[in-house]
């Protein structure tokens, strides 16, 4: 069980995403029952009072969730009801893209209504492959342009899924990138695709915005006349050997997380002694994040995610913080950290002391930096 003041994810989804801004409405609401409401809208234009439409747009959802009872939720509903918001009490000065989508992991369904925003991707890790879900010809005009058109159920789509099923949602900027040298030249929406799908097959949902963002930067588009956004969501399966935990930069939530890691692996190798280390490793490093990393950090983004499997010969601890680039490590291997330990305890030091601690007992540590996310990969041997 889960110890106080460790931070799971929500019990049936993971959801992280890069980039948001103020022109960009992001809620999410747990409904009843294995149910997650999802709203997504870009609203057009820019400056102050595109800002000021958005922060009342996500006030008005709020109010709106209260009222409707979690049995009569309907997609399109939400969607009219926020167009008479922006046609009244924002006096159809302006419109946006919208998508609602509302996920039932109990019986792994999706529902979702677009109006004029990209398509909904999903991507099949175990296969490699991602594909915009198909919408028939059904989709509705943007949020504001009409008060006398209403967003019809029959216009919504509908989709059965798997359960290691990755959904992708992102604005339309991510296709306008372009070359610094070539701005006619964008990414084609085949190729996107197919990177991925690649991606998904070889990292994990925390990261794929992030790596996507990133690889995109390194075959040269990087010029965007407008801002990115990226979400992905999938289901919280339980993997028996697999551990995987959100936790906020505070002494409490670390410490209670570390605990649960070393109680985990005590449990399925029935190995006190490994358990030991890996609470020692995740102590240090985690509180280096919190400590170092994160110091700067904006609210909301000051979250560290925990990934530790246990394998049959290996225990391998994937962590991810949304904190400044780290720098370059020095190479150190397990004989040259246990005598610079053995110095540093010579000389009654401390500085210095976590990372000689960490390369103790990690056999390798492999650090990545993608487009916003550090993700440190630490391999410990049985």
Not at 150 to 178: A, H, M, Q, R, V
Request: glycine share 6%.
């Amino acid at each position: 069980m889960c110890k106080p003041g460790v931070d799971r994810f929500p019990p049936q989804i993971i959801c992280f995403r890069l980039s948001i801004s103020v022109l960009r409405v992001y809620e999410f609401y747990r409904i009843a029952d294995g149910r997650h409401l999802v709203v997504l809208g870009d609203i057009a234009g820019h400056g102050v009072q595109a800002a000021l439409y958005m922060m009342a747009l996500q006030a008005f959802l709020k109010m709106l969730l209260a009222e409707i009872a979690p049995e009569e939720l309907q997609v399109h509903q939400v969607m009219n009801r926020i167009n008479e918001f922006v046609r009244n009490d924002l006096n159809g000065e302006s419109y946006m893209t919208c998508m609602v989508a509302l996920f039932d992991f109990r019986r792994n369904h999706l529902t979702f209504h677009n109006a004029g925003h990209p398509g909904l991707i999903c991507c099949s890790p175990s296969r490699g492959e991602a594909r915009e879900i198909s919408a028939d010809g059904r989709g509705s005009i943007p949020i504001g342009w009409s008060r006398d058109l209403p967003y019809k159920e029959e216009d919504n789509i509908d989709f059965d899924f798997e359960d290691d099923s990755i959904f992708i949602s992102y604005t339309d900027g991510l296709l306008d990138l372009s070359k610094p040298n070539a701005p006619e030249e964008v990414i084609e929406e085949k190729n996107f695709r197919e990177l991925l799908g690649a991606l998904a097959a070889e990292s994990n949902v925390v990261s794929i915005p992030f790596r996507l963002r990133s690889v995109i930067d390194q075959i040269g588009f990087s010029e965007s006349p407008d801002d990115v956004f990226i979400m992905a969501l999938q289901k919280n399966c339980a993997i028996p050997t697999v551990c995987f935990r959100q936790l906020q930069p505070t002494t409490n939530s670390i410490s209670a997380g570390v605990l649960e890691f070393c109680n985990f692996v005590q449990h399925h190798t029935g190995d006190e002694e490994l358990g030991t280390r890996i609470e020692l490793l995740l102590s240090e490093f985690l509180n280096n994040v919190v400590l170092h990393g994160l110091v700067n950090a904006k609210r909301g983004k000051a979250v560290i995610a925990v990934r530790l499997e246990v394998q049959e010969e290996k225990i391998v601890i994937s962590a991810m913080d949304r904190g400044r680039e780290w720098e370059d490590v020095p190479a150190f291997n397990v004989h040259t950290a246990r005598q610079q330990l053995e110095e540093l305890n010579a000389n009654r030091a401390t500085s210095g002391r976590g990372l000689a601690i960490i390369t103790s007992i990690a056999e390798s540590i492999r650090r990545k930096h993608y487009r916003g996310l550090n993700e440190t990969v630490f391999i410990i041997r049985r």
